[in-house]
Protein backbone atom coordinates (compact mmCIF):
# COMPACT_ATOMS: atom_id res chain seq x y z
CA UNK A 1 0.00 0.00 0.00
CA UNK A 2 1.11 3.31 -0.76
CA UNK A 3 -0.90 5.66 2.11
CA UNK A 4 -1.02 5.19 5.96
CA UNK A 5 -4.80 5.47 5.42
CA UNK A 6 -6.65 4.31 2.27
CA UNK A 7 -9.95 5.67 3.31
CA UNK A 8 -8.70 8.72 2.77
CA UNK A 9 -7.73 8.17 -0.81
CA UNK A 10 -10.92 6.80 -1.14
CA UNK A 11 -12.59 10.01 0.18
CA UNK A 12 -10.76 12.25 -2.28
CA UNK A 13 -11.32 9.94 -5.39
CA UNK A 14 -14.94 10.13 -4.58
CA UNK A 15 -14.84 13.99 -3.86
CA UNK A 16 -13.20 14.38 -7.41
CA UNK A 17 -16.31 13.00 -9.08
CA UNK A 18 -18.38 14.63 -7.00
CA UNK A 19 -16.57 17.46 -7.94
CA UNK A 20 -16.84 16.69 -11.52
CA UNK A 21 -20.33 15.74 -11.48
CA UNK A 22 -22.38 18.21 -9.09
CA UNK A 23 -24.23 21.02 -10.24
CA UNK A 24 -24.03 19.75 -13.73
CA UNK A 25 -27.03 20.22 -15.89
CA UNK A 26 -28.75 17.32 -17.72
CA UNK A 27 -27.56 18.30 -20.92
CA UNK A 28 -23.84 17.98 -19.35
CA UNK A 29 -24.38 14.73 -17.96
CA UNK A 30 -25.52 13.53 -21.24
CA UNK A 31 -21.63 13.97 -22.70
CA UNK A 32 -19.61 11.77 -23.88
CA UNK A 33 -17.09 9.85 -22.16
CA UNK A 34 -13.86 8.14 -22.83
CA UNK A 35 -15.81 4.67 -21.87
CA UNK A 36 -17.13 3.72 -25.42
CA UNK A 37 -20.87 4.32 -25.45
CA UNK A 38 -21.10 5.68 -22.35
CA UNK A 39 -22.58 9.42 -21.34
CA UNK A 40 -21.28 10.81 -17.99
CA UNK A 41 -24.48 9.88 -16.59
CA UNK A 42 -23.73 6.18 -17.30
CA UNK A 43 -20.34 6.04 -16.33
CA UNK A 44 -21.34 7.52 -12.89
CA UNK A 45 -24.18 5.14 -12.72
CA UNK A 46 -21.39 2.10 -12.91
CA UNK A 47 -19.20 4.17 -10.18
CA UNK A 48 -22.22 4.42 -7.90
CA UNK A 49 -22.23 0.80 -8.33
CA UNK A 50 -18.90 0.10 -6.69
CA UNK A 51 -20.23 2.49 -3.74
CA UNK A 52 -23.13 0.27 -3.17
CA UNK A 53 -20.36 -2.92 -3.26
CA UNK A 54 -18.13 -0.97 -0.69
CA UNK A 55 -20.91 -0.65 1.48
CA UNK A 56 -22.12 -4.06 1.09
CA UNK A 57 -18.81 -5.33 1.26
CA UNK A 58 -18.01 -3.34 4.37
CA UNK A 59 -20.51 -4.25 6.43
CA UNK A 60 -20.05 -8.08 5.96
CA UNK A 61 -16.76 -8.79 6.98
CA UNK A 62 -14.89 -12.63 6.23
CA UNK A 63 -12.23 -14.56 7.39
CA UNK A 64 -9.21 -14.12 5.83
CA UNK A 65 -6.77 -15.61 4.11
CA UNK A 66 -6.66 -13.17 0.80
CA UNK A 67 -6.44 -14.67 -2.11
CA UNK A 68 -5.99 -11.67 -4.02
CA UNK A 69 -4.59 -7.85 -3.01
CA UNK A 70 -4.83 -4.38 -4.96
CA UNK A 71 -2.76 -5.51 -7.99
CA UNK A 72 -4.06 -9.01 -8.92
CA UNK A 73 -7.35 -8.12 -8.23
CA UNK A 74 -7.36 -6.54 -11.98
CA UNK A 75 -6.01 -9.55 -13.39
CA UNK A 76 -9.56 -11.01 -13.54
CA UNK A 77 -11.15 -8.58 -15.86
CA UNK A 78 -9.17 -8.42 -19.13
CA UNK A 79 -10.16 -5.74 -21.34
CA UNK A 80 -13.02 -6.15 -23.91
CA UNK A 81 -14.42 -9.61 -22.62
CA UNK A 82 -17.73 -10.54 -22.75
CA UNK A 83 -18.96 -10.25 -19.45
CA UNK A 84 -17.70 -6.49 -19.40
CA UNK A 85 -19.46 -5.97 -22.44
CA UNK A 86 -22.72 -6.99 -21.39
CA UNK A 87 -22.09 -4.89 -18.09
CA UNK A 88 -21.96 -2.19 -20.41
CA UNK A 89 -24.99 -2.40 -22.05
CA UNK A 90 -26.92 -2.92 -18.33
CA UNK A 91 -25.59 0.13 -17.13
CA UNK A 92 -26.77 1.98 -20.06
CA UNK A 93 -30.23 0.96 -20.02
CA UNK A 94 -30.06 1.08 -16.47
CA UNK A 95 -29.24 4.49 -16.46
CA UNK A 96 -31.68 5.63 -18.96
CA UNK A 97 -34.61 4.41 -16.63
CA UNK A 98 -33.92 7.81 -14.59
CA UNK A 99 -36.63 9.77 -15.10
CA UNK A 100 -33.42 12.45 -15.30
CA UNK A 101 -29.65 11.97 -15.50
CA UNK A 102 -29.28 14.52 -12.63
CA UNK A 103 -31.22 11.47 -10.25
CA UNK A 104 -27.80 9.26 -10.71
CA UNK A 105 -26.16 12.96 -9.36
CA UNK A 106 -28.17 12.91 -6.32
CA UNK A 107 -28.28 9.03 -5.52
CA UNK A 108 -24.08 9.54 -6.07
CA UNK A 109 -24.16 12.24 -3.60
CA UNK A 110 -26.07 10.28 -0.83
CA UNK A 111 -24.35 7.28 -1.19
CA UNK A 112 -20.52 7.91 -1.64
CA UNK A 113 -20.02 9.87 1.75
CA UNK A 114 -21.65 7.09 2.91
CA UNK A 115 -18.96 3.98 1.61
CA UNK A 116 -16.42 6.53 2.47
CA UNK A 117 -17.85 6.93 6.44
CA UNK A 118 -17.74 2.81 6.34
CA UNK A 119 -14.37 2.68 4.93
CA UNK A 120 -13.04 5.13 7.41
CA UNK A 121 -14.87 2.48 10.20
CA UNK A 122 -13.82 -0.68 8.67
CA UNK A 123 -11.33 -2.52 11.09
CA UNK A 124 -7.80 -1.96 8.39
CA UNK A 125 -6.70 -5.55 9.71
CA UNK A 126 -10.00 -7.19 8.44
CA UNK A 127 -11.24 -9.04 5.39
CA UNK A 128 -14.24 -8.68 3.17
CA UNK A 129 -15.61 -10.35 -0.23
CA UNK A 130 -16.12 -8.89 -3.50
CA UNK A 131 -16.55 -10.28 -7.08
CA UNK A 132 -15.69 -13.40 -5.91
CA UNK A 133 -12.21 -12.54 -4.07
CA UNK A 134 -11.10 -12.62 -0.39
CA UNK A 135 -9.13 -9.21 0.00
CA UNK A 136 -7.44 -7.57 3.02
CA UNK A 137 -9.90 -4.22 3.67
CA UNK A 138 -6.98 -1.70 2.67
CA UNK A 139 -6.27 -3.71 -0.52
CA UNK A 140 -10.05 -3.79 -1.25
CA UNK A 141 -10.06 0.34 -0.69
CA UNK A 142 -7.48 0.50 -3.02
CA UNK A 143 -9.35 -1.06 -5.92
CA UNK A 144 -11.96 1.12 -5.41
CA UNK A 145 -9.85 4.47 -5.48
CA UNK A 146 -7.96 2.92 -8.46
CA UNK A 147 -10.90 2.10 -10.67
CA UNK A 148 -12.62 6.13 -9.49
CA UNK A 149 -9.68 8.01 -10.76
CA UNK A 150 -9.83 6.25 -13.89
CA UNK A 151 -13.49 7.05 -14.30
CA UNK A 152 -12.56 10.10 -12.89
CA UNK A 153 -10.49 10.95 -16.05
CA UNK A 154 -12.81 9.09 -17.94
CA UNK A 155 -15.77 12.01 -17.33
CA UNK A 156 -13.66 14.67 -18.18
CA UNK A 157 -13.14 14.88 -22.08
CA UNK A 158 -16.24 17.29 -22.70
CA UNK A 159 -16.08 18.43 -19.68
CA UNK A 160 -12.67 20.65 -19.38
CA UNK A 161 -13.24 22.48 -16.88
CA UNK A 162 -13.27 19.68 -14.11
CA UNK A 163 -10.98 19.67 -11.59
CA UNK A 164 -8.36 16.79 -11.59
CA UNK A 165 -8.60 13.44 -9.42
CA UNK A 166 -6.35 14.57 -6.52
CA UNK A 167 -3.04 13.46 -5.61
CA UNK A 168 -3.06 10.93 -2.64
CA UNK A 169 -6.12 8.99 -5.25
CA UNK A 170 -3.76 9.58 -7.92
CA UNK A 171 -0.95 8.22 -5.81
CA UNK A 172 -2.81 4.68 -5.51
CA UNK A 173 -4.27 3.88 -8.86
CA UNK A 174 -0.52 4.69 -10.26
CA UNK A 175 0.55 2.33 -7.46
CA UNK A 176 -1.96 0.11 -9.21
CA UNK A 177 -0.34 0.22 -12.57
CA UNK A 178 3.16 -0.04 -11.39
CA UNK A 179 2.44 -3.45 -9.66
CA UNK A 180 0.72 -4.53 -12.76
CA UNK A 181 3.54 -3.37 -15.60
CA UNK A 182 6.15 -5.86 -12.71
CA UNK A 183 9.61 -5.00 -11.74
CA UNK A 184 10.69 -6.30 -14.55
CA UNK A 185 9.30 -2.75 -17.00
CA UNK A 186 9.39 0.94 -16.28
CA UNK A 187 7.25 3.22 -17.96
CA UNK A 188 8.65 5.42 -20.06
CA UNK A 189 10.36 8.32 -18.18
CA UNK A 190 8.36 11.45 -20.44
CA UNK A 191 4.94 9.75 -19.00
CA UNK A 192 3.64 11.74 -16.28
CA UNK A 193 0.62 10.07 -14.42
CA UNK A 194 -2.13 10.72 -16.11
CA UNK A 195 -0.64 9.83 -19.33
CA UNK A 196 0.53 6.90 -17.54
CA UNK A 197 -2.73 5.93 -16.58
CA UNK A 198 -4.48 6.67 -19.53
CA UNK A 199 -2.11 4.61 -21.59
CA UNK A 200 -1.79 1.88 -18.90
CA UNK A 201 -6.05 1.54 -19.26
CA UNK A 202 -5.78 1.87 -22.81
CA UNK A 203 -7.68 5.03 -23.23
CA UNK A 204 -4.95 6.56 -25.21
CA UNK A 205 -2.46 4.07 -28.05
CA UNK A 206 0.87 3.66 -27.63
CA UNK A 207 3.05 5.99 -29.76
CA UNK A 208 6.17 4.16 -31.55
CA UNK A 209 8.45 5.66 -29.67
CA UNK A 210 6.09 4.25 -26.34
CA UNK A 211 6.37 0.92 -28.09
CA UNK A 212 10.63 1.68 -28.28
CA UNK A 213 10.83 2.87 -24.94
CA UNK A 214 9.12 -0.47 -23.57
CA UNK A 215 10.01 -2.98 -25.69
CA UNK A 216 8.36 -6.26 -24.75
CA UNK A 217 6.19 -4.88 -21.54
CA UNK A 218 4.52 -3.17 -24.81
CA UNK A 219 2.80 -5.99 -25.56
CA UNK A 220 1.23 -6.25 -21.52
CA UNK A 221 -0.37 -2.64 -23.10
CA UNK A 222 -3.59 -1.96 -21.54
CA UNK A 223 -2.75 -3.34 -18.52
CA UNK A 224 -6.39 -2.94 -17.02
CA UNK A 225 -9.48 -2.32 -19.16
Given at each position: ?????P????????????A??D??????L???????????????????????????????????????????????????????????????R????????????????????????????????????T?????R??????????????????????????????????????????????????????????E??????????????????????????????
Amino acid sequence: MTVTRPDEALAEAYDGISAVVDGRDDADLQRATRCRGWLVADLLLHVLGDAQRALVALASPVDGPADVDDVSYWRDFPAGDDQATGHAWWIRRSASAFDRPSGIVRLWKETAPAAVRAAACADPEGYVTTQGHVLRVPDFLATLTTEAVVHHLDLMPELPTSPPPGPLAVRVAVSTMDGLLSDDAVRPAGWDDREFLLKATGRIALTDRDRLELGEAAGWFPLLG
